[in-house]
C-alpha cells in the first residue's frame, strides 16, 4: 500500500476550469502539506494541516483552497485555473509539525497540472 | 538571500568517486536537516537527516553538519550511475511550524 496516496496522478485542463486534487495518508500522521514543485524543480510549500486545522498558509492565490475532512485526508481544490498554475503538486504528511527529532516528512508521488 | 541555497550544477563525477554536495541556510536557529533524492519525474525520498553538529554515516552517504557555519553537505562514496539524480538540501527553520524549506537541488551526473 502507498503511504501517501495522491490523485489524479495526471491532469491536463483548459484555463478558467476548476480542479481538485486528493491526497490520503495511511500512516496515521497527524499533519499534512501540499507542496508545488515548478518547472525550475523548486518545491516550496502551499499548507500544512495538522489535525485538520490549517497551521501553515504561505502567500498563494485564494483560488486554491484546502480542505481536511480528517487528519488522513487533505484535498487541494483550485479554482478559475491559470497557465502559471501549470506544475507538479505533491502531497505530504509527517508525524506531527514541528522540527524535533524525527519528524520526517513523507511525500506522495505527485500531481503533474498542466492548464493548456 | 534565498532560505536555502545549493549549486544547481549538474556536478558530474565518474563512477565509483566521492561526490560531494553542499548546502547552506540562513535562519541561524534552524535544528533539522534533511536530503531528499529525486529522480526525475518522481517524487523525494529522505535520504538522510541530521539534528546534531558533526557527521553522521548511512552506508554509503554521510551527512555534515556545521550550524556555526550554517552549512550542511551530503557526501557519497563509490558513486553509481544509479545516484544520478537531483539531490534536495532541505531545513525546518526555527518556527517550529514544521515548514521544510528546499534548495533549488543539485543535479548529480554519475558517469560509468
Known amino acids: 500500500d502507498t503511504a501517501v496516496s495522491q490523485t489524479p496522478k495526471y491532469l491536463v485542463t483548459q484555463m478558467g476550469n476548476d480542479k481538485s486534487i486528493k491526497c490520503e495518508q495511511n500512516l496515521g500522521h497527524d499533519t499534512m502539506y501540499w507542496y508545488k514543485q515548478d518547472s525550475k524543480k523548486f518545491l516550496k510549500i502551499m499548507f500544512s494541516?495538522?489535525?485538520?486545522?490549517?497551521?501553515i498558509n504561505e502567500t498563494v492565490p485564494n483560488r486554491f483552497s484546502p480542505k481536511s475532512p480528517d487528519k488522513a485526508h487533505l484535498n487541494l481544490h483550485i479554482n478559475s485555473l491559470e497557465l502559471g498554475d501549470s506544475a507538479v503538486y505533491f502531497c505530504a504528511s509527517s508525524q506531527d509539525f514541528g522540527g524535533r527529532v524525527g519528524n520526517t516528512i513523507y511525500f506522495g508521488e505527485g500531481s503533474w497540472l498542466t492548464v493548456v | 538571500q534565498k532560505e536555502v541555497e545549493q549549486n544547481s550544477g549538474p556536478l558530474s563525477v565518474p563512477e565509483g568517486a566521492i561526490a560531494s554536495l553542499n548546502c547552506t541556510y540562513s535562519?541561524?536557529?534552524?535544528?533539522?536537516f534533511f536530503w531528499y533524492r529525486q529522480y526525475s519525474g518522481k517524487s523525494p525520498e529522505l535520504i538522510m537527516f541530521?539534528?546534531?553538529?558533526g557527521d553522521k554515516e548511512d552506508g554509503r552517504f554521510t551527512a555534515q553538519l556545521n550550524k556555526a557555519s550554517q552549512y550542511v553537505s551530503l557526501l557519497i562514496r563509490d558513486s553509481q550511475p544509479s545516484d544520478s539524480a537531483t539531490y534536495l538540501c532541505?531545513?525546518?527553520?526555527?518556527?517550529?511550524?514544521?515548514?521544510?524549506?528546499f534548495g533549488q537541488g543539485t543535479t548529480l551526473q554519475v558517469k560509468p
Open positions: 541530521i539534528y546534531s553538529n
Open positions: 535562519d541561524r536557529g534552524s535544528q533539522s
Open positions: 532541505a531545513v525546518i527553520g526555527s518556527s517550529n511550524t514544521g515548514k521544510l524549506i
Open positions: 494541516y495538522n489535525n485538520k486545522e490549517l497551521i
